[in-house]
């Protein structure tokens, strides 16, 4: 990994830190700020119940998990399971209930009459036992991130350092109820302006789950860069996914200086899918956004039939905001709608992100076609001619079952 992009994780994480600490609100924050350091909880849970002593993790502990495989108890503890496993190196036995030891076990419950909601859960950890208690495989997922943060830090260095905690794998003794207090809690990911790869994406993703973040904005498609494979324009990609250059400097620095150097990126679908169903796994969907009508540079320079027809257009090296914009005729249409349901076959999320902001009107101003639409809808201008725009796109959405949403 680049600096570049080891320097966007550390933000990811920074930034998580932050919203998830918005998120959690005051419930426990007297808890909390008596003992940062014995509970290092992010977001901090609705209800904590601070314990003396802790459960001492040693190359005896067996883990319970529900014998049922539908119940997939095993994928959701895994995250915990084997990074302690990796760093810890001992074995965390898993074991069928029936021969679950007395003490030094811990278990996780899968049962209906949990109470806790759609994603929330219990955890108890005492001296000899840890029980983690859901309703639902979201639950107990967000219980096994919990156990993660208990986990001394050693947890996450693996590799890294040579020994394990030297207080051993000690997890504090606590009793805690938790479930979120908002039912979106979304990051964001422009991969637009700067292109991030499968696997930079998918430590991104990481970061999320560990501070229970469900929903993935994923910002495909910008006048600097058409980041998602469309079958049936290949174009987007061959052309639209790259520019000649990238802007050196702040913007505000004249004149404009650039590297020359051709950069860009796309995504697969086969590429997408994998993250879709990696998030997944970790409880996160994936919302796309395919930005529309304004921020299409990069479209229209792969395919300038769809814009006003005001000469060549080239994927944008600066930043800031462009004249260039889809036009309202129907081919556009077309065009917008065959890429909207290649998108819906790779993206289950209810929800697809239109961008809808910047789009300024001067070249439907200039433009017949847009004209004819104006006077043909009965429309004031061209402010309520983007939101016809909209309204035809948001149709097609809905027709499939999606709904549209924008900034």
Aim: net charge negative.
């Amino acid at each position: 990994m680049n600096r570049s992009h080891a320097a966007a994780l550390r933000s990811v994480t920074l930034l998580g830190l932050m919203c998830a600490l918005g998120l959690a609100g005051n419930p426990g924050l007297e808890a909390q700020m008596a003992d940062p350091d014995r509970y290092p909880l992010v977001p901090w849970p609705r209800a904590l119940e601070a314990r003396a002593g802790a459960f001492m993790v040693d190359s005896t502990t067996r883990v319970v998990l529900p014998a049922t495989v539908e119940d997939g108890v095993a994928a959701h503890a895994a995250p915990w399971l084997d990074a302690l496993r990796v760093a810890s190196g001992f074995p965390l036995e898993v074991v069928a209930p029936e021969e679950a030891p007395a003490r030094n076990v811990v278990t996780f419950v899968l049962e209906a009459d949990a109470a806790t909601g759609d994603e929330g859960y219990t955890l108890d950890v005492s001296d000899d036992r840890i029980i983690a208690r859901a309703g639902t495989p979201t639950g107990l997922f967000y219980a096994a991130q919990t156990l993660r943060q208990l986990t001394p830090r050693h947890i996450e260095r693996a590799g890294l350092l040579r020994a394990g905690p030297p207080e051993g794998w000690a997890i504090p003794a606590v009793s805690i109820r938790d479930e979120p207090r908002f039912s979106w809690r979304g990051l964001h990911l422009d991969v637009g302006r700067h292109f991030f790869g499968v696997e930079f994406v998918k430590r991104y993703l990481d970061q999320m789950a560990s501070f229970k973040f469900n929903r993935f904005h994923w910002h495909l498609t910008e006048d600097q860069g058409w980041r998602i494979e469309i079958e049936a324009y290949p174009k987007l990609t061959e052309v639209g996914a790259w520019r000649d250059g990238t802007l050196v400097g702040h913007y505000g620095n004249r004149p404009h200086t650039f590297d020359g150097a051709r950069y860009g990126g796309f995504y697969t679908q086969d590429e997408i899918r994998e993250i879709v169903a990696y998030a997944a796994a970790r409880h996160i969907t994936v919302v796309p956004e395919i930005e529309l009508p304004g921020h299409s540079s990069a479209a229209l320079a792969a395919y300038p039939e769809f814009g006003c027809g005001e000469g060549p257009v080239e994927v944008a090296q600066l930043w800031g905001v462009f004249e260039d914009i889809y036009c309202p005729h129907e081919q556009t249409f077309g065009f917008l709608e065959t890429v909207f349901d290649e998108v819906l076959d790779l993206f289950p999320s209810p929800w697809i992100h239109i961008g809808g902001d910047e789009a300024p009107k001067a070249q439907w101003e200039r433009s017949a076609a847009a004209q004819e639409v104006i006077r043909r809808e009965g429309l004031a201008d061209e402010r309520e001619l983007q939101s016809w725009f909209i309204r035809r796109i948001e149709r097609h959405l809905n027709a499939a079952g999606r709904r549209l949403i924008g900034w």
